[in-house]
């Protein structure tokens, strides 16, 4: 896609009130405390232990560092994470 197309396809969502997670595929990620992860839009597992668990989404990695972690679900948009989870970052 051309950077005008992409400019315009911007509009077009801002306009219409689409939100950036539909629109740009944005990874979402949802906490409840600090022993659950819902994580959606992404596009593939990089590396799983339990106290990492790499994922590849559409504009960066997601690293999900803690003790116990264990994926409780998965489907090819979405999956939970359950176990102690001490750091969320974005590379």
Do not use: W
């Not at 969502?13 to 939100?19: C, D, L, R, T």
């Amino acid at each position: 896609m051309s950077s005008k197309s992409k400019s315009l396809y911007r509009k077009i969502s801002a306009a219409a009130q689409i939100p950036k997670d539909l629109s740009d595929g944005a990874v979402l990620v949802t906490a409840t405390g600090q022993e659950e992860l819902c994580i959606e839009n992404y596009r593939g597992i990089i590396e799983y232990t339990d106290s990492r668990l790499m994922l590849q989404t559409k504009n960066c990695r997601l690293e999900v560092l803690g003790k116990n972690l264990f994926i409780s679900y998965y489907t090819g948009e979405e999956m939970k994470v359950t176990g102690h989870i001490e750091q969320i970052n974005y590379l």
